[in-house]
């Protein structure tokens, strides 16, 4: 086998082995999108079916007729838990259409909103003015008087809940923008690093070479040591920087295959 055929078959089994790097990140972040997809999509069924649960339930009389019960739902009391729930399910869709600081926002505004959605549900659970806002959410009028209100504390677990998935999801998501950002530059294709490394060297080259019309004509020999490609190569399989000018030592066992 000659030399030119065995860096070939190096370069065919680096290209081989790039592609599989791709595939394999690729794979990974389609997971991750998977189960944040997932997690989405729950917070938005959650913060829609608080929307329809009974949050509190008021008995009001007006002093002319018998007292009259009312029933106070989540969309009484917290009238944007229906839109946030909406805004969650589009994120799903973002989540695969947008890259880059586009994801990152989307992932902050879906914290955001768990964050939002939990704030009626806390106010409800610690007490307050839950009667006069009871009245006030569902319109009562003011001639009525509320007799007695029993609070479904379950209905703002459930928001709970809803919300901390969310908040959950927007943090999975944000890490998954950081992390698709250094899988995208460690497994570039092998073309897309052989350009790199084809710029970086010309560019050194071309320092050098500025450098070099400086130099006595004594220092000529350092041009012999200009790397080849193959030697980018190699450089790179090993792990180290083709452009430094400071080669590190290979791997114990492997062997020179220029």
Do not use: C
Not at 84 to 95: K, Q, R, S, Y
Not at 98 to 103: A, M, P, S, T
């Amino acid at each position: 086998m000659t030399q030119h055929d065995s860096d070939a078959e190096q370069d065919d089994t680096g290209q081989n082995g790039g592609t599989d790097r791709v595939a394999t990140a690729d794979r990974e972040r389609r997971r991750r999108l998977g189960v944040i997809a997932l997690l989405l999509a729950v917070a938005a069924a959650v913060l829609w079916a608080s929307s329809r649960m009974t949050w509190a339930s008021l008995t009001a009389a007006d002093g002319l007729a018998p007292p009259r019960g009312y029933t106070v739902h989540g969309s009484d009391w917290s009238p944007w838990l229906t839109p946030l729930a909406i805004v969650v399910v589009a994120a799903i869709a973002a989540a695969v259409a947008v890259r880059g600081w586009l994801l990152r926002v989307v992932a902050v505004l879906v914290a955001v909103i768990g964050v939002v959605s939990i704030v009626p549900a806390i106010s409800m659970l610690t007490g307050g003015a839950n009667t006069a806002y009871a009245a006030k959410a569902i319109d009562l009028p003011g001639r009525y008087t509320v007799v007695s209100i029993d609070h479904k504390p379950f209905a703002a677990v459930v928001v709970i809940v809803g919300g901390v998935i969310a908040v959950i999801a927007g943090v999975l998501l944000l890490r998954a923008t950081r992390t698709a950002t250094g899988m995208s530059s460690r497994y570039s294709s092998p073309a897309a690093r052989r350009a790199e490394l084809e710029e970086r060297v010309f560019a050194e080259r071309e320092r050098a070479t500025t450098t070099d019309a400086q130099r006595p004509a004594d220092d000529d020999s350092a041009r012999d040591h200009e790397p080849t490609e193959r030697m980018l190569w190699d450089a790179q399989d090993t792990g180290a920087d083709p452009t430094s000018g400071t080669p590190r030592s290979r791997p114990e066992g492997e062997q020179d295959h220029t």
